[in-house]
């Protein structure tokens, strides 16, 4: 039985990881100072928490997200934070990882990761593909469906991963997101960061210290 609580992502090979990771406590810097959103808690990446690749390919980033949600442990990727049902299945979650390469790649990590998700998750169904933008930022996403059996039983999840380039000065990051049809506000791939909770994050995301 594949449970929706245990799907993580990993993309080796291309400069990109996207499993989850320990979060982080907040440092004293500008991204801190700005305003936060309502309710919400601030991530702010740090790279003394990190080593081995996620240390060479560290990014200063921040982020907000609700206080509801719940910051996942693990030791392969910057941040994870999610909201489950009381069942503990995911009714939305957020990654952030790392992606090294200009714009012009990220067609081709998109694809890579496409296959890989296409492995691990039943049903998969890519159904779109372009440039998009997160905030000030510019960046190439992929949407997909799947359907699966989770601990509560079956569910539909519908996945959004976008990756923001490398600049001068900085990595890139991959952002992952997921959310299922346990969420009341999220019915398909199209809604995925758009509507639910996830805008929150997404319009909070920033690079820098």
């Known amino acids: 039985m594949k449970h ?19 979060a982080t406590k907040p440092t004293d810097n500008s991204n801190t100072n700005r305003p ?5 808690t601030r991530y702010v990446n740090s790279k003394s928490d990190f080593s ?12 907000d997200y609700p206080n509801a949600w719940q910051r996942v442990s693990d030791n392969s990727n910057f941040v994870k934070v999610e909201k489950k049902t009381t069942g503990g299945d995911t009714i939305e979650n957020f990654a952030v990882g ?9 067609p081709q990590f998109a694809q890579q990761l496409s296959d ?7 049903e998969y169904k ?4 372009g440039e998009t933008k997160i905030g000030p930022y510019e960046g190439y996403e992929f949407r997909f469906s799947s359907h699966m059996t989770t601990a509560e039983g079956e569910a539909d999840v519908w996945g959004r991963i976008v990756l923001l380039p490398s600049e001068a000065g900085r990595k890139g990051a991959a952002l992952v997101m997921l959310a299922s049809s346990a969420s009341p506000d999220v019915h398909g791939p ?13 319009n909070s995301f920033r690079f820098g210290p």
């Open 52 to 63: 081995g690749k996620l240390a060479d390919n560290y990014v200063d980033f921040s982020f």
């Open 98 to 106: 790392w992606v090294s390469g200009p714009k012009e790649m990220m």
């Open 4 to 22: 929706l609580r245990n799907h993580l992502f990993s993309l080796a090979g291309v400069g990109i990881f996207l499993f989850l990771a320990l």
């Open 116 to 122: 890989q998700s296409a492995k691990g998750f039943p």
């Open 36 to 40: 936060s959103s309502p309710n919400t």
């Open 126 to 129: 890519k159904v779109s593909e």
């Open 190 to 202: 199209e809604d995925v960061g758009e509507k639910g909770e996830l805008p929150i994050i997404l």
